[in-house]
Structure formats: structure tokens, C-alpha cells
């Protein structure tokens, strides 16, 4: 039976921003994870981070055998899993301490009223978030995250939003495989050591022989 590698994806994602990257790894046995039933099984007020990630453990059936690939928030998620049962992860653009993201309003009741307000479904408000992208190399990628908010309902963003202003994991376990862009505009670099590579957020997609090799390299390291 091969080893499993689950692929967690950011705010607004799904399993798409990690279809480029998936053929490196067809000597494993890929499961896509899905945040949806997980976040209906939750209320607004009582969700956290370490309550959701229980919740994907036994959903999912998550193991201390297996590895989780995260993007982005995905990476956030995969961290904190792994404080429960101690499995092997990787950190792609992500972050440990919800600090790191970079935001165009701070407060979190702005954030979380607009998400209740399903402003993130609205075509005028994602239209004015992607002229910020415009003509960038990054802006299809941009683009297809934005319109897939769309997927997911207004409770669903509300409780990530909510998730996104959570306090920061602090951990004594070792400093897992982290891959930073230089570039990335909506992470900034982690404090703890990291690999780097160019193209910002969405490396994964755009610099996918480059992510693949880096984190194949890490997992020979421990396997």
C-alpha cells in the first residue's frame, strides 16, 4: 500500500492549485482534502483552528504515517494537525502564526463583516480585488481563486475568516519543510528557517519542477 499524501489547500482554494504538482508524486496515494463538510459541522462561534483540524483528523482519518502538503491557510491547517499526531508535513507560502498574512484591512470584525456580507461573492468587490493583479504574472491564479470563492458558502468563508485571526501555534516539535517565495505578496517570510524559491504565492503552480524537487529532496531526508 503506498503512502498517503493529503493536499490541503489555502483560503479559497481547492484541490486545482495543486494539480500541477500532483504527477511528481504518483508513487503515492493523493487525497484531496475538502474543508467543506468539516466547516458545516462547526458553528461561527465556538470554531478555532485546533477545533477544525480535529475535525479533518477524524473525517479524513488522518495518521502519524502520512503527509500533508499544505498551501497557503492549507499549510496553517497541516501545522496544526501535527501537533496532534505528530505526521510529516509540508509548508508552501504558509505560516504558523496568522501574523504573517498580509492584509488590506487589519481589523478582524472589518474582515469577518465583509465575509458575512458575502462581499467575497460579489462580482464588483471581485473584480476591485483583481485589478490589483492586473497584469502581473500571477494574475490567472489570482483570478481562479477569486471567482472559486463563489463555491463556497457565506458561513463557510466566514468561519476561514474567522480562522485566519487566530493566535499563533507555537510548537517545540522540529521546524518542518517550509517553501517561502521571495516575492509572495499575501504571506510574508516565516521567522523559522525555509527554503526559498521565486515566484510568489502561488509557486506551486508557477515553479511547480522546483517545488517538487525541494520537497521530494525533504521527504528521502526523512523516509
Not at 505526521?87 to 481589523?107: G, T
Not at 489570482?142 to 480562522?163: D, G, H, P, W
Request: overall charge positive.
Amino acid at each position: 500500500m503506498p503512502k498517503k499524501i493529503y493536499f490541503l489547500p489555502g483560503f479559497g482554494e481547492d484541490s486545482f492549485v495543486f494539480d500541477n504538482l500532483k504527477k511528481y508524486f504518483l508513487n503515492y496515494q493523493i487525497i484531496d482534502v475538502n474543508y467543506r463538510a468539516s466547516l458545516d459541522k462547526i458553528s461561527f462561534a465556538t470554531i478555532d483552528v485546533r477545533l477544525l483540524c480535529q475535525q479533518l483528523i477524524l473525517e479524513y482519518g488522518i495518521t502519524k504515517d502520512d503527509i500533508l502538503i499544505g498551501h497557503s491557510m492549507g499549510g496553517y491547517f497541516s501545522f496544526v494537525i501535527r501537533e496532534t499526531i505528530l505526521c510529516q508535513i509540508v509548508m508552501l507560502a504558509s505560516f504558523s502564526s496568522p501574523n504573517k498574512i498580509v492584509r488590506l484591512v487589519r481589523k478582524q470584525w472589518v474582515n469577518v463583516a465583509m465575509a458575512k456580507m458575502s462581499l467575497l461573492h460579489k462580482a464588483f468587490f471581485q473584480n476591485f480585488l483583481l485589478k490589483a493583479s492586473k497584469g502581473k504574472y500571477f494574475e490567472q491564479e489570482i483570478e481562479k481563486v477569486i471567482r472559486n470563492f463563489s463555491n463556497f458558502s457565506t458561513a463557510q468563508i466566514s468561519k476561514m475568516m474567522k480562522l485566519s485571526f487566530g493566535k499563533p501555534i507555537q510548537s517545540v516539535l522540529e521546524n518542518p519543510l517550509r517553501i517561502h517565495a521571495k516575492d509572495d505578496i499575501i504571506v510574508r517570510p516565516p521567522d523559522e528557517p525555509y527554503e526559498l524559491c521565486s515566484l510568489g504565492h502561488f509557486c506551486l503552480i508557477l515553479e511547480t519542477e522546483v517545488i517538487a524537487s525541494i520537497i521530494l529532496k525533504g521527504l528521502q531526508k526523512v523516509g
